[in-house]
């Protein structure tokens, strides 16, 4: 049976968790030598805000908020929306040669067995949903990330959400005009769920561990066995804790196209839907639909997963929302009037991005721009 090393670590630093990871991956490339594949399992401390790889820093967290918390910041190697990471939040980092023939999507379905097994393990069904996360019955328990370095290496990134303090994560991710006060949490916890709430049981990362580590054990077909990092990953990690992790020029870099907001209305059957989105160029960093409804339709659901990271163009929507909503919204107005709504928000965004260049949105509540005065369609 495969052997793969096995790594445990709580309360780390922002700095220090996202250097060791990228450290760890660096062993699998063409000069870091014979190192077994690597699971690493740990708890950052109370709290850690990371935003994705290619996340404007200051659109996505609240950067103030943070300070006046005591809150860390910084930015992952991976993709991905923001987070906060703590306690109870267990983080995920498998280690790895880069396996060349396989495509990124397929690279994360096939390390996202292992959390499905451990969380199924604990009483809980998951499976893959929007683009990169981890769904039960249709809210995020688990994002997923990946990062090729280019020379061989791979880190695949999860942040499994044991347990969740929404009303705290509200407070230090950036949420500009469309803070919807306790609105907010329960929009929230309709798009996201957590061990805790799923089993009735109280959870964190730390708990939650032997679960997750038994279940990429059983799915991956492999031995864990409990090792310790090597003297040049401690020293390629202290190395990129000061010349990376730590430097504005990492934290603070800048997306190559100015975030802009806008959003739509759209009349149905059930009453008017508000659609918010947050654009990067041509490019949905963010969307959320809003209405008077206590459980957004599953279908409406995966669309607005698959939003994210999508180009505003009308053809790539009409397909989108064809494999998303094969039997419709659940709003009862057809997937043709749910398209022109995205279009609509996407060029209210491209006004606004001229007026206003330094509006901000969120990975939650992209701003609302009320201003703009939009009738529903």
């Known amino acids: 049976m495969t052997r793969w090393r096995y790594l445990v670590d709580d309360s780390v630093g922002g700095a220090e968790g996202l250097a060791f990871d990228e450290s760890l991956a660096a062993s699998h490339t063409r000069k870091g030598g014979p190192v ?12 850690v805000a990371l935003c994705g790889r290619f996340q404007h820093l200051e659109a996505e967290i609240d950067v103030d908020a943070c300070h006046e918390m005591g809150t860390e910041f910084n930015r992952r190697p991976t993709g991905g929306g923001a987070i906060v990471m703590g306690e109870g939040q267990l983080g995920v980092a498998v280690c790895a040669p880069a396996p060349v023939e396989q495509s990124p999507k397929a ?3 096939k390390y996202s067995e292992g959390i499905v097994a451990g969380l199924a393990k604990l009483g809980v069904e998951a499976s893959f949903g929007g683009k990169n996360d981890l769904k039960v019955d249709g809210r995020k328990i688990a994002g997923l990330g990946l990062f090729l370095d280019g020379n061989g290496g791979m880190l695949f990134h999860s942040s499994i959400l044991a347990d969740l303090d929404t009303r705290f994560m509200l407070d230090v991710l950036d949420i500009p005009a469309a803070k919807l006060g306790d609105a907010a949490v329960g929009a929230v916890e309709r798009r996201v769920t ?49 010349s990376k992790y730590q430097t504005d020029d990492w934290i603070f870099q800048r997306s190559p196209s100015s975030d802009s907001t806008g959003s739509a209305m759209i009349k149905t ?20 639909f809003a209405g008077d409804f206590n459980q957004l339709p599953a279908a409406l659901s995966e669309f607005e997963s698959r939003l994210k990271w999508s ?8 397909r989108l929302a064809s494999d998303a909503m094969p039997d419709g919204s659940g709003l009862g107005v057809g997937n043709d009037d749910m398209v022109r709504v995205v279009l609509d928000a996407g060029r209210r965004a491209t006004v606004v991005a001229v007026a206003a260049p330094s509006r901000t949105g969120s990975c939650y509540f992209p701003d609302s721009n009320e201003a703009l005065g939009e009738e529903p369609r």
């Open 36 to 47: 077994p594949i690597t699971l690493r399992l740990y708890t950052y401390h109370d709290h």
């Open 269 to 288: 059957p059930g009453g008017l839907v508000r659609l918010y989105l947050a654009m990067s160029g041509d490019t949905i960093k963010s969307a959320l």
């Open 107 to 109: 690279i994360l379905l």
């Open 311 to 318: 180009r505003l163009d009308e053809q790539a929507l009409d």
């Open 194 to 242: 957590t061990l805790t709430r799923e089993t009735g049981q109280e959870w964190t990362g730390k708990s939650a561990r032997d679960a997750i580590a038994e279940g990429f054990a059983g799915a991956m077909g492999v031995e864990l066995v409990d090792g310790r990092p090597t003297d040049l990953e401690l020293e390629r990690t202290t190395g990129l804790v000061e």
